[in-house]
């Protein structure tokens, strides 16, 4: 037996011997990792992080006391230089269309050239094959009677009783993409939260049926339980019966929300949104048009807004992994705070992006889109929207930080979040239900449009609009974070 214990203290010195071979027993951590440098994002500004005077710099003209003064802190990120134009989120709607059309033809031609099979160790031995689209074959889309792909993608064009002048145009009332993302709020609460299991179709059976949960009144079919959502016990209790109370989740698919949305805006938004005014050019030409390509994508929901940012995520994050690089932070809609902070521009105190308390410069040029005059839309140089980069840029080299669009941002509207935020990157954020009252489906815009008065053009102004509703005068830009310190220098050891 003591020799069989010699042997085994043998094993373990050599075994911890070459774990740390070079290393003299030392802590220097694990090596082989590579050095970080933050990539540069086309079409994306570096914001460094910084502290500044959140609210409003100016008098507040109709007294709606939701923007008091509060110092705040925002981490460093990256934001884009202009709005998204509809170039831009017309990549989206094409991905999303030939996607949809490369599954069609996988099915109905066969697989060999739209999709690619995926081999891995473990896969190869069960004989099973995983597959991708394959983006490297293109699709023909004319209308001829021996072209193959057009017959078969027929069913994503609109039906013969839908056309107007027979012409052969895709309905894009199919355009839904399917994405994920993870409630983070959720899974980062602790105890043993209440919650539900309900299926669409359960819910569409009773939709009037309702339990008390918690959090408020749920929709819950009669014929399901509510189960108790446990934490996991991931610690280990000692001979002295003492615990060490690691915890973690017990299910955590329950954290992964699976969304279906139509990714097409709502071209006709030029016609709802304003009575007695004649915008029909604007609802026919706007989205597709060339002529429009580099103006601001109007018409979008918030969660349409947040759909493409997941899409340009996995979009960067994709190819990153092909080439072997570590994925990014995530695109999104930037928070209240941030919002704010890059269109001051370093200028803590200016109640407008360029400066000083004039919307003119000094030789009485109006410096954004907006409704100067009594209605005089053409003052400005404008109309209606003007070009993404039209106008000075702020000192941040931000275009349009003021006018042109409303910008969403991913803040909840409450008009007294100043009281309650924190001072560290402050946000408020709330995942509204379908059966919650409107007030409660409110997000933050910001930076005034091309049909507000100058009031909101101010960079402490607040304002909102409601999450499922889509404007013709409401765009977004979107943000990520930088990974790192993120100061004046973000390339600096660390800065």
């Known amino acids: 037996m003591k020799k069989l214990l010699y042997l085994f203290s043998i094993s373990l010195m050599i075994f911890a011997s070459s774990c740390t071979s070079g290393m003299r027993g030392e802590l220097v951590g694990v090596t082989g990792r590579r050095a970080w440098f933050h990539p540069d994002l086309f079409g994306m500004l570096y914001i460094p992080a910084g502290g500044f005077t959140m609210g409003q710099s100016d008098e507040d003209v109709p007294f709606a006391q939701n923007t008091r003064a509060k110092t705040v802190s925002v981490q460093a990120f990256y934001m884009d230089i202009t709005e998204i134009s509809n170039n831009e989120y017309r990549q989206f709607v094409y991905w999303v269309r030939d996607s949809l059309a490369r599954r069609i033809l996988a099915e109905e031609v066969g697989p060999e050239d739209w999709l690619i099979p995926v081999l891995d160790d473990?896969?190869?031995?069960?004989?099973?094959?995983?597959?991708?689209?394959?983006?490297?074959?293109?699709?023909?889309?004319?209308?001829?009677?021996?072209?193959?792909?057009?017959?078969?993608?027929?069913?994503?064009?609109?039906?013969?009783?839908?056309?107007?002048?027979?012409?052969?145009?895709?309905?894009?009332?199919?355009?839904m993409f399917t994405y994920q993302w993870i409630d983070l709020q959720e899974a980062a609460r602790k105890g043993r939260p209440l919650i539900k299991k309900i299926s669409n179709e359960a819910a569409e059976d009773d939709p009037d049926h309702r339990v008390e949960m918690t959090n408020g009144f749920m929709p819950f079919p009669q014929d399901e339980t509510v189960q108790q959502g446990r934490d996991l016990n991931l610690g280990h209790r000692n001979?002295?019966?003492?615990?060490?109370?690691?915890?973690?989740?017990?299910?955590?698919?329950?954290?992964?929300?699976?969304?279906?949305?139509?990714?097409?805006?709502?071209?006709?938004?030029?016609?709802?949104?304003?009575?007695?005014?004649?915008?029909?050019?604007?609802?026919k030409s706007y989205f597709w048009h060339p002529a429009y390509d580099n103006y601001p994508v109007?018409?979008?929901?918030?969660?349409?807004?947040?759909?493409?940012?997941?899409?340009?995520?996995?979009?960067?994050?994709?190819?990153?992994?092909?080439?072997?690089?570590?994925?990014?932070?995530?695109?999104?809609?930037?928070?209240?705070?941030?919002?704010?902070?890059?269109?001051?521009?370093?200028?803590?105190?200016?109640?407008?992006?360029?400066?000083?308390?004039?919307?003119?410069?000094?030789?009485?040029?109006?410096?954004?889109?907006?409704?100067?005059?009594?209605?005089?839309?053409?003052?400005?140089?404008?109309?209606?929207?003007?070009?993404?980069?039209?106008?000075?840029?702020?000192?941040?080299?931000?275009?349009?930080?003021?006018?042109?669009?409303?910008?969403?941002?991913?803040?909840?509207?409450?008009?007294?979040?100043?009281?309650?935020?924190?001072?560290?990157?402050?946000?408020?954020?709330?995942?509204?239900?379908?059966?919650?009252?409107?007030?409660?489906?409110?997000?933050?815009?910001?930076?005034?449009?091309?049909?507000?008065?100058?009031?909101?053009?101010?960079?402490?102004?607040?304002?909102?609009?409601?999450?499922?509703?889509?404007?013709?005068?409401?765009?977004?830009?979107?943000?990520?974070?930088?990974?790192?310190r993120g100061g004046p220098n973000k390339d600096a050891g660390g800065m």
């Open 239 to 283: 001979s002295k019966g003492q615990n060490n109370a690691i915890r973690g989740h017990e299910d955590r698919s329950r954290f992964i929300i699976e969304e279906v949305i139509n990714v097409y805006p709502d071209t006709l938004c030029w016609i709802h949104d304003f009575t007695y005014s004649f915008n029909e050019p604007m609802t």
């Open 122 to 175: 473990e896969l190869q031995e069960k004989d099973e094959e995983d597959w991708i689209l394959n983006w490297g074959t293109r699709i023909d889309w004319r209308k001829t009677e021996d072209n193959e792909d057009f017959i078969s993608l027929a069913q994503m064009f609109l039906g013969e009783s839908d056309r107007f002048y027979d012409r052969m145009e895709i309905d894009t009332r199919k355009l």
């Open 298 to 484: 109007v018409g979008v929901t918030w969660q349409q807004a947040n759909a493409f940012n997941v899409w340009r995520t996995q979009l960067l994050n994709t190819w990153r992994s092909a080439n072997w690089d570590s994925y990014v932070n995530d695109f999104r809609l930037p928070t209240e705070a941030e919002w704010e902070y890059a269109a001051r521009g370093g200028l803590d105190l200016s109640p407008y992006p360029w400066g000083g308390p004039y919307i003119r410069n000094s030789r009485g040029c109006f410096l954004g889109n907006f409704k100067p005059m009594r209605g005089r839309y053409m003052e400005d140089g404008g109309f209606h929207t003007v070009e993404v980069n039209a106008y000075h840029p702020n000192d941040y080299g931000l275009y349009c930080m003021a006018g042109n669009v409303s910008e969403w941002c991913s803040t909840a509207y409450d008009e007294s979040v100043y009281e309650f935020s924190h001072d560290l990157n402050p946000q408020y954020t709330y995942h509204a239900l379908d059966h919650d009252p409107p007030s409660m489906k409110r997000k933050v815009i910001r930076g005034g449009s091309w049909k507000d008065i100058g009031y909101y053009l101010q960079t402490g102004t607040r304002t909102f609009e409601y999450q499922d509703s889509a404007k013709s005068y409401v765009g977004y830009r979107s943000v990520m974070t930088h990974l790192g």
